[in-house]
């Protein structure tokens, strides 16, 4: 008998957009594990915190900062080892997500590791998109219409060529390509209405139009863009 | 003093993927409201019913059966109408949403009626399209990946060039269409890499390669379609 991984989101960043089933598994759980950025804090440990055990054992499974990819793979081998001992001794492991485990998420690196040994299950969170849009109070996307999602970190061209061809756009990882993203909006026309949101759902959230946005933005943005026609309904 | 109007997402199907800000709400809420479909049942009612309180005073909100806008837009004034006499006598009003509420979500209809007079705040919920991917088991979209979520009700060519130039893809509102996806993506050597997901979440899902997914559709099915480079990590 070995134990099962479960990937879980606990959604956006406020602990009750976390699911009834994400509740249940963090807080019944023996052994957590999540992903931690050298030198940061785990945004999904301190949204989950408070519901976890006091007596759970925790497998942090730190990330060096580095855009060479051979010291973050070999971080995510010695994690998937540490959880593969303790699923081998028949206990459940549950792996924290930042929204949802399978959007964005580093949870891929230890899924495509522990799939084809363990069985892996994954709870579905709420992912930034649809909690920026609540923030925003406006329409993500409707009816026969398309919703393009892309990160901020492409290069300035394709950005373009990508928001030139979309109906409604949701701009993940904002952080330091804000002026590049606002160049880009401003010349498809498409500035007038984008919305800006930081750190949705938390204390500290900031709602703004687009050209109030001040930067340097945080690592937690995004700007979502409205439909060409009848932009937000 | 009036109320407030809640729209909150319920999550893709099973009860449990409710948020605890969502089962807070609904279990405590005095009024809810949900759009149904003539003749046929609320889905995101279904997903709720065991939370509601048996006291619970219920707006439901028939919308007929047509390909024209006028009756729907009717019955969404007659639907508004009803839950703000609940909000003029400051009872808040909670709307049940399937999914999440801004995600092609019938809840914009009765959000751009209200928002103008009343406070309207909406609780995200786990949409269907990351529900699909746990279902799948397979990364959705990673790193500086775009991810294309389009309907499947759009014609065959428009369809085509969207697809042909994305990254992933997910294919809502299968139904019918399934057999123009299928043709689509065949035609872009992407067939091989797509999924197919049929009540995500729920005691009959069903989770298949493409080629194998018999037609017809129900309603409630998805399409993921795998990176082009390294489908799935």
Redesign the interface.
């Known amino acids: 008998m070995t134990g099962t991984v479960h990937g879980v989101?606990v959604?956006?960043g406020?602990?009750?957009?976390?699911?009834?089933?994400a509740?249940?598994l963090i807080s019944g759980a023996e052994v957590v594990a999540y992903p931690i950025l050298e030198a940061s804090e785990s945004f999904a440990r301190s949204v989950a915190a408070k519901v976890m055990s006091p007596a759970v054992k925790e497998i942090p499974i730190t990330v060096p900062m580095s855009t060479r990819r051979a010291p973050a793979q070999a971080a995510y081998d010695r994690g998937s080892d540490a959880i593969a001992t303790e699923l081998e001794a028949d206990r459940d492991v549950v792996v924290l997500c930042e929204g949802?485990?399978?959007?964005?998420?580093s949870?891929?690196y230890l899924?495509?590791r522990l799939?084809g040994r363990f069985r892996?299950e994954?709870?579905?969170?709420?992912?930034s998109v649809?909690?920026c849009?609540?923030a925003l109070?406006?329409?993500?996307?409707?009816?026969?219409?398309?919703?393009?999602?892309?990160?901020g970190?492409?290069p300035e061209a394709e950005l373009e060529h990508?928001i030139a061809?979309a109906d409604a756009v949701a701009i993940m990882k904002v952080g330091r390509h804000l002026e590049k993203i606002r160049r880009v909006l401003a010349r498809l026309g498409r500035a007038e209405t984008a919305g800006y949101i930081e750190r949705a759902?938390l204390a500290n959230q900031k709602v703004l139009p687009l050209g109030e946005a001040p930067g340097p933005a945080p690592y937690f943005s995004m700007i979502l863009v409205g439909r060409k026609v009848d932009p937000w309904?």
């Open positions: 989101g959604g956006p406020d602990p009750e957009l976390m699911t009834l089933k509740f249940r949802d485990p399978l959007f964005y998420g949870f891929m899924h495509s799939s892996v994954v709870v579905p969170g709420v992912n649809t909690a849009a609540a109070g406006r329409p993500l996307v409707a009816r026969n219409e398309a919703l393009t999602i892309i990160p970190t492409l990508r061809g759902t309904l």
